[in-house]
């Protein structure tokens, strides 16, 4: 496959594949260990919630992606994914892990896995060339999905295996390793920028104007409209969008 010979595809479609494990298996290893250090279901399902619920963050967060530099995005959130699971270590070392530290640092690490997803899709077409973007939409869909279920297959066995504390630091060495990665990708710059760039001073001045007069607010509520109104258009071909 002539996708496999590109460099920062393969950078990016391996850093996915850490992500996605790091991912899955941190949130059973939360609730693994919320109920062996608290004993109750409550916890547990508390555990499984607030790991679910940060899921919003990459709904309203993909008009923001394409105003930041997307490798920053890449390498931070991973490295800052790496450090926050190191602390659950730390704490188990040092004899001060408890339930609520569990919980309050589960929502955090899935809040910051969910702007990397958009991400790295935004990355794609800007590192592969057009006639092979389905096939890497494919690749990323096939290692999302395969990787998710495997991951619940085998992480309590990993659990039993390592143990809950354990786990958090091969994902935190995980996430590192992702962060190495991505720090090596050579992303195109987009259009945009790219006519930005060729604009004569007096036109990027005037540009530059324009923008500053517009509110950063009404341009993020336009691109969300934007991005509902394709969803509808291709899953209710037959919806009034008069009202968007």
């Known amino acids: 496959m002539e996708i496999l010979k590109n460099r920062n595809f393969m950078l990016l ?5 850490l992500t996605n494990i790091g991912d899955s298996l941190y949130a059973v290893a939360a609730m693994w260990l919320v109920y ?17 619920l940060p899921r919003v963050v990459q709904l309203l967060s993909g008009p923001l992606i394409d105003r930041f530099p997307l490798r920053g995005i890449l390498v931070y959130t991973q ?26 640092i589960t929502p955090i690490l899935s809040t910051l896995n969910m702007w990397v997803y958009p991400a790295q899709m935004s990355a794609l077409p800007k590192i592969i060339d057009k006639k092979h973007l389905t096939q890497g939409n494919s ?7 395969g990787i998710d279920v495997a991951c619940n297959a085998i992480s309590g066995a990993l659990i039993i295996v390592l143990g809950a504390v354990s786990l958090y630091l091969w994902n935190s060495i995980g996430f590192f390793i992702g962060a190495i990665l991505f720090a090596q990708l050579r992303i195109k710059a987009s259009t945009n920028d790219s006519n930005n760039n060729d604009k004569s001073p ?17 341009n993020y509520v336009a691109d969300m409209k934007e991005g509902l ?9 037959e919806f009034n969008l008069a009202s968007l």
């Open 13 to 17: 479609f391996i850093g996915r594949i």
């Open 36 to 52: 062996d250090l608290g004993g109750s279901t409550l916890y547990t399902g508390l555990a499984g919630f607030l790991s679910i």
């Open 79 to 104: 490295l800052l994914q790496a450090l926050l699971l190191l602390i659950v270590p730390a704490a188990f070392y040092f004899d001060f892990l408890s339930v609520a530290l569990v919980l309050a």
């Open 139 to 145: 690749l990323f869909s096939i290692a999302y999905q």
């Open 202 to 218: 007096s036109e990027s001045e005037g540009g530059s104007k324009l923008s500053a007069r517009q509110s950063p607010m009404k």
């Open 229 to 237: 109104r394709l969803i509808l258009l291709r899953r209710l071909p």
